[in-house]
């Protein structure tokens, strides 16, 4: 077992070094094939008609008139769909209901929010499919919407499903409402916490929904054929998981659709469900031709998933000494137009970080007249974590204690209980807050209208289910294959990984992204799981392409196998008494592998357990213009505990990329709606993402304290970031002008505005 | 409606297409030319991925319509490098690991080839700037500007 980050840096030759990605050069030269790049003869454009109104039932739909244009090839609703049964299948944090899914990807009786998809039109080019979407016409019967989570939980709020009554409540309501569920952690004795601490602090926040924002819309391409069998090009975060959707909400066979995975064009958690993929693959089959889909930019904004905002509670307790005695939280989550906000995530990971005795969270998930709700980057845990840090920086400065100290004081390490049950079983939280301490710049001095806060992040980070293929060439070169999306440099770990395991150079190594006909199954590129899971495979494959490597060094020495090791990329003897045999190479063996056994190439699956946690703790120095109250970010440090970096510049790369989405959630992003319920910011104009000019170089600083359950020692490293910005940045604007902001996102007029009040 | 004849360059290759007088260069160069390499991320120039040069002028390809590419030279992506030799601009941003996703870089490495034909010496800030019409939401732009002004530097010798 690896105990410490020196035993393992003696011993790597490429883990940890920063080689340029295998697929490098086609990102670089624009010839790298996303998910509208590709094309097929006879294709067709697909065009969507979206509902125009925030909550509206469907009276009629007619499509005759576009039919009849010259041109038109098929058109599909959401009644073309397979109906299924009203049922949550999968454990309950990431549970699905596909009577829920198929009325997402296409309404049928209702249009449930602002450009909910109605129908889609096939046609022989972009513009005809355009101008058949225009001669559809629908008849609404408008209904009153509800937009804020607050609205949407009030008795006398219009229903978006007149049948729904809350689950986790008991008894169960009588009558229906717009929460779909309630759930509670807690812990020891809440009231009895509170009164034995010396000082106790309860405030409220809200969060804006704000959308991952990947640069690429969605797309796909499908290919049915007279066989029911259907190829479908398409950019995700994990196709095999949308073959498993597709298949199941057009109805065919896993079996008979082969998706090959596009590069994709960022995805940050959005891009593990489906929206076009169904429509494409039924169109196709309707009309006997491939067809394409496109997303335009104002149909992600108002069609695809943001994550929750949110109103929030958060009361914490604390002794004299910095002590956290009690905790209670109570989060309404946002889901959208259909359940599943991350609410559940956000009530587990909020006091996560802690040791605390005494804990009540309670979470409420509620629908309301906005698109769907999808995973985006540690989904929940920074809303969250904006209210619980926001509390904690207030009671520091009320007992007059530094706030690193005193996270310090109470954070988790191994065998640390939590809320929901299980102990931690991994230290790591404590060293991001000791970086931090120990940077040279922590107690540098500020100047006027400048400010310092610090925050703290968890994330559970994700295992599961992956498969990689390792092949050695005849040359001695090697191919592996894993069905993991590679959204930011995968390929290059997975080589560095199987290049140290092998003992042969990175750049003998190449990577590949394999279709779901031509490995087995991987889970979605999600939860921080692919360099941990797919690399456990990766490591395994090669550990058996090893095992032959061993027999047939053996057969060509007319020895038994236990007397041949494997050691820096060559089969030596145990010892000098087998016999004095030359080391054989990777290259020597794969020579000769027609008389030593064929072929040399091993799968390896695993369902992977044993994921760390990532925990990242940060400052942020900040500016405030107090004329304008804008906010000026002048230093960001963000520390992150990543097990151990397998390529160095791609971790920095993801504490720093998560680091800056999270500073575009606190100072600029939020959906914003008009009083018809309708998104009136649907573009990048409007929709403000940070750009390069808004930023300083940001510090990303690795710590490494590796999890024994991966054999290079990994945690993942993608989510973790995105936790702390926000409540850092509101603790150092109060740091700076003295005051809290407790409303994301922190815009200049918001700010301004909390100035003017005094 | 009738299509327009257009004759252009691309790339220094003259170039002849028929578009619709309503068609972007963006839709003509990935959907007539199968140019793929220009990216589409917004179509309403405020993204930056579809940036091209026209007659050495950076722009938003989406925001240009085919028909006035007519008698223009047009620079995109695909033309950046030299047969097997990468522009240095292409090759900072592998070294730098200025990409993870890739889908803002085409736009990103021609927005700053414009840059740097203006400006061989510019400051991080000149950069930001520059780049600021490009979006990128993976990478959180360390590693572009520190790409950028590395090219810069070996651009210049220095």
Redesign the interface.
């Given at each position: 077992m690896l105990t410490n980050t020196k035993d393992i840096q003696q011993v790597m030759k490429v883990v940890g070094t920063?080689p340029?990605?295998p697929?490098?050069?086609p990102?670089?030269?624009?010839?790298?094939?996303?998910g509208?790049?590709y094309?097929l003869p006879g294709m067709l454009w697909a065009k969507i008609l979206r509902s125009p109104h925030a909550h509206a039932r469907i009276l009629s739909v007619d499509t005759s008139k576009a039919l009849a244009l010259p041109g038109v090839k098929g058109i599909i609703l959401g009644s073309d769909f397979p109906e299924h049964p009203f049922d949550y299948v999968g454990p309950e944090r990431v549970a699905q209901n596909y009577w829920h899914m198929t009325r997402n990807i296409m309404a049928r009786e209702k249009a449930l929010f602002e450009g909910h998809a109605i129908a889609a039109v096939a046609a022989t080019t972009?513009?005809i499919a355009a101008e058949a979407v225009s001669l559809i016409e629908v008849q609404y019967e408008v209904l009153p919407h509800c937009i804020d989570v607050e609205d949407a939980m009030k008795p006398d709020a219009p229903l978006l499903f007149e049948d729904m009554i809350t689950r986790g409540v008991e008894p169960a309501p009588t009558k229906p409402s717009n929460i779909s569920k309630r759930l509670e952690f807690s812990t020891g004795d809440i009231a009895a916490g509170f009164a034995s601490a010396d000082e106790v602090v309860e405030m409220s926040f809200k969060t804006a929904a704000v959308h991952?924002?990947?640069?690429?819309?969605h797309s796909c391409l499908a290919r049915y054929g007279a066989d029911g069998q259907c190829e479908l090009w398409s950019a995700s975060q994990g196709h095999f998981v949308v073959r498993a959707y597709t298949a199941k909400l057009v109805g065919m066979e896993i079996g008979n659709l082969l998706v090959h995975p596009a590069?994709?064009?960022?995805?940050?958690g959005g891009k593990t469900v489906v929206y076009v993929e169904p429509m494409a693959v039924l169109l196709s089959r309707k009309t006997g031709l491939p067809v394409k889909i496109?997303m335009?930019?104002e149909d992600v904004f108002k069609s695809t998933g943001p994550t929750s905002g949110s109103s929030m509670t958060v009361k914490i307790g604390v002794k004299k000494d910095g002590t956290i005695v009690a905790a209670e939280g109570l989060f309404k989550f946002q889901a959208g137009a259909f359940p599943g906000s991350p609410v559940m995530n956000a009530t587990m990971c909020a006091f996560a970080p802690y040791i605390i005795p005494n804990v009540k969270s309670v979470g409420f998930d509620v629908v309301s007249n906005r698109p769907k709700s999808a995973a985006y980057r540690a989904p929940g845990s920074p809303i969250s974590a904006f209210a619980v840090e926001s509390v904690l920086d207030v009671l520091a400065k009320k007992i007059g204690m530094d706030p690193l100290k005193m996270r310090l004081k109470n954070a988790v390490k191994a065998g640390s209980p939590t809320a929901w049950g299980p102990k931690h079983s991994h230290d790591g939280y404590a060293e991001t807050i000791q970086a931090l301490l120990d940077h040279p710049q922590y107690n540098k001095p500020l100047g006027k209208n400048q400010g310092r806060g610090v925050a703290s992040g968890f994330w559970f980070n994700g295992g599961g289910e992956s498969t990689a293929s390792v092949h050695i060439n005849e040359d001695g070169t090697v191919v592996i294959a894993t069905g993991s999306m590679d959204?930011?440099?995968s390929r290059a770990s997975m080589a560095l990984m199987a290049a140290e395991t092998l003992g042969v150079p990175y750049e003998s190594v190449r990577s590949t992204v394999a279709d779901t006909a031509s490995i087995g199954y991987n889970h979605v590129t999600g939860g921080s799981r692919v360099t941990y899971a797919t690399g456990i495979a990766v490591v395994e494959a090669c550990n058996k392409v090893i095992e032959d490597l061993r027999l047939r060094a053996s057969l060509m020495w007319d020895t038994d196998i236990k007397n041949v090791v494997w050691s820096d990329g060559y089969a030596k003897p145990v010892d000098p008494s087998v016999g004095n045999f030359e080391p054989l190479s990777l290259k020597a063996i794969a020579a000769k592998r027609g008389v030593t056994g064929g072929p040399i190439g091993y799968e390896a699956s695993t369902n992977a357990g044993g994921q760390a946690p990532g925990f990242s703790t940060q400052f942020v120095d900040v500016e405030v213009d107090p004329e304008t109250g804008h906010v000026k970010i002048l230093q960001f440090v963000a520390a992150q505990d990543v097990g151990r970096a397998i390529h160095r510049?791609?971790c920095a790369?993801?504490i720093?990329?998560?680091?800056?989405?999270g500073i575009g959630w606190a100072l600029n992003e939020e959906y914003i709606y008009d009083s018809k319920g309708r998104l009136s910011n649907a573009?990048?104009?409007d929709y403000r993402?940070?750009?390069?000019?808004?930023?300083p170089?940001?510090e990303a600083i690795l710590v490494e304290v590796p999890n024994p359950s991966h054999p290079f020692g990994v945690k993942g490293v993608g989510e973790a970031n995105i936790v702390p910005p926000m409540a850092a940045i509101a603790n150092a604007i109060e740091n700076a002008v003295g005051r809290r902001m407790t409303e994301l996102p922190m815009s200049p007029p918001r700010v301004l505005a909390a100035i003017d009040a005094g | 409606m009738s299509k327009h004849h257009v004759t252009t360059v691309i790339n220094g290759d003259p170039v002849e297409f028929l578009c619709?007088p309503n068609t972007s260069l963006l839709?003509v160069l990935?959907?007539e030319l199968?140019?793929?390499?220009?990216?589409?991320?917004?179509?309403?120039g405020?993204?930056g991925?579809c940036s091209v040069t026209l007659d050495g002028r950076l722009v938003c390809s989406c925001l240009v319509l085919g028909v006035e590419a007519q008698g223009k030279e047009i620079q995109?992506?695909?033309g950046?490098?030299n047969g097997e030799t990468?522009h240095v601009l292409?090759r900072k941003?592998?070294?730098?690991?200025a990409?993870?996703?890739?889908?803002?870089?085409?736009g990103f490495?021609i927005a700053a080839r414009s840059l740097l034909e203006r400006n061989n010496n510019p400051t991080?800030?000149e950069?930001?700037?520059w780049?600021?019409?490009?979006?990128?939401?993976?990478?959180?732009?360390?590693?572009?500007?520190t790409a950028v002004l590395e090219a810069a530097r070996e651009m210049r010798g220095a």
């Open positions: 920063s340029v990605r697929d490098g050069v990102k670089v030269t624009g010839q790298a094939q996303y509208a790049d094309s972009a513009a991952q924002g990947y640069i690429e819309p590069e994709i064009g960022g995805g940050f496109m335009g930019r959204v930011g440099g510049d791609y790369g993801q720093v990329g998560g680091v800056v989405q573009g990048f104009l993402i940070p750009v390069a000019s808004d930023l170089m940001i | 619709q839709d990935r959907n199968n140019m793929t390499g220009t990216k589409e991320g917004c179509g309403t405020d993204c991925s995109t992506i695909e950046m490098a990468l292409q941003f592998l070294e730098h690991a990409l993870q996703c890739g889908i803002c870089t085409p490495l991080e800030e950069v930001r700037f780049l600021a019409g490009n979006l990128c939401r993976c990478t959180g732009y360390n590693n572009i500007i």
